[in-house]
């Protein structure tokens, strides 16, 4: 099992930043990818970036350019870095976790992000 904490959402300004953080606990095993996904009210929910465990990134493209993912492998934390915030990022982001070799799938219990325009 695998245990993913969440931190960081809350309320901004359009144009403004956050940060997201995204520590994972249990058993983790190399190999893995850790990513954000978001749901809006009405939307299915959709990623918006990831990393593997040797660094390879992917975003989405309404984020490219604005926000970066990073990752402390030795505290098995995430970092989603979201700069020029916009009303349609206002979202409750979810932390994922995935083992490659087991395929253990794990969700955090998602963190709000409002953006007032």
């Known amino acids: 099992q695998v245990q993913l904490v969440e931190s960081g959402g809350g309320l901004v300004q359009a144009g403004g930043s956050l940060r997201l953080s995204c520590t994972a606990s249990?058993?983790?095993?190399?190999?893995?990818?850790m990513g954000w996904y978001r749901q809006a009210p009405g939307k299915q929910r959709e990623l918006v970036a990831r990393?593997?465990?040797?660094?390879?990134?992917n975003y989405a493209d309404s984020v490219k350019d604005r926000f970066t993912i990073a990752r402390d492998v030795a505290k098995n934390t995430i970092y989603l870095q979201m700069n020029s915030l916009k009303a349609e990022d206002t979202a409750v982001y979810y932390c994922?976790?995935?083992?490659?070799?087991?395929?253990?799938?794990?969700w955090g219990q998602g963190t709000l992000v409002t953006v007032s325009s």
């Open positions: 994922n976790y995935y083992g490659i070799l087991n395929r253990q799938d794990a």
């Open positions: 249990g058993s983790i095993k190399s190999g893995n990818y």
């Open positions: 990393i593997s465990s040797g660094g390879y990134t």
